[in-house]
């Protein structure tokens, strides 16, 4: 599996970005997805997993109510929808993704650069 991020981009606090992840070379049927991020000097987080057949999202409580993802199977496009931006959402967001069996994500994209201004 490869994964290509993209539609990260420098916005005001406030505003609306949607980030979208092309993942390419096999069906990720039983495949888990995910953001994450990571802000300079600080830790990385994950942002949103979710189960590429569906059910069991799970969202980081930092953008719970603001943060949704979805799916295009058909596509094979993952999107994180990001509204009501924050200066602290400001960090490199990385598109994840792992076999539903293996502890760590093992296939990563590259990442892309969200910037929020206050």
């Known amino acids: 599996v490869q994964l290509q991020a993209s539609g990260g981009g420098l916005v005001q606090a406030g505003d609306s970005l949607r980030l979208s992840c092309a993942a390419s070379g096999r069906s990720l049927g039983t495949y888990v997805m995910a953001w994450f991020r990571q802000a300079p000097g600080k830790e990385r987080e994950t942002v949103v997993s979710?189960?590429?057949?569906?059910?069991?999202?799970w969202l980081a409580d930092s953008v719970k109510g603001r943060f949704t993802v979805s799916r295009d199977i058909r596509k094979n496009m993952l999107y994180l929808q990001m509204n009501t931006l924050q200066p602290e959402d400001t960090a490199v967001y990385y598109c994840?993704?792992?076999?539903?069996?293996?502890?760590?994500?093992?296939?990563w994209g590259q990442g892309t650069e969200v910037t929020v201004s206050s």
């Open positions: 994840v993704a792992k076999a539903h069996y293996a502890n760590d994500y093992h296939v």
């Open positions: 979710v189960r590429w057949s569906g059910g069991n999202t």
